[in-house]
């Protein structure tokens, strides 16, 4: 395992620092979890049980996508909740401009459990807006 990898004693919610580099190796492990054959079969089931209704998504398929990046990312000091997921989110956010890398993995994570979003059609919905 990782060196920066060191299991928290107590349960108190301490602020978590990751640099970058610390920031891509959790990344990464998340990433690889979600690959990981009963993770992938877990997300699979959920995908299905919400087919292409966004409220079914979030019912089904956001707690299992949680749950596989708490898994990994409470042996990095955040809380093994939601929040703790949310931190380690924005976290990672912070870092998408400053490194390709992090935006690029970021954006392969996010396909793993979001669906693609789809833009309208050029033009339509321009709420009446026209180029003077």
Do not use: W
């Not at 990981?36 to 398929?61: H, I, S, T, Y």
């Not at 989110?89 to 390709?100: N, T, V």
């Not at 690029?104 to 669906?115: A, D, E, I, R, V």
């Amino acid at each position: 395992m990782s060196s920066l990898q060191r299991p928290v004693a107590s349960s108190q919610a301490q602020p978590v620092a990751l640099t970058a580099e610390q920031a891509k190796v959790v990344l990464a492990e998340v990433i690889k979890a979600f690959g990981v054959p009963e993770n992938a079969q877990r997300l699979e089931e959920a995908r299905e049980n919400a087919g292409n209704d966004m409220g079914k998504m979030l019912q089904f398929l956001l707690p299992v996508a949680t749950q596989v990046q708490q898994d990994v990312i409470k042996a990095y000091g955040f809380s093994n909740d939601g929040e703790g997921v949310l931190k380690f989110a924005r976290l990672i956010k912070s870092y998408e401009s400053q490194d390709p890398e992090i935006a690029n993995m970021s954006g392969k994570l996010k396909s793993m459990f979001l669906p693609p979003m789809t833009l309208p059609p050029h033009g339509a919905g321009n709420g009446g807006l026209a180029a003077s």
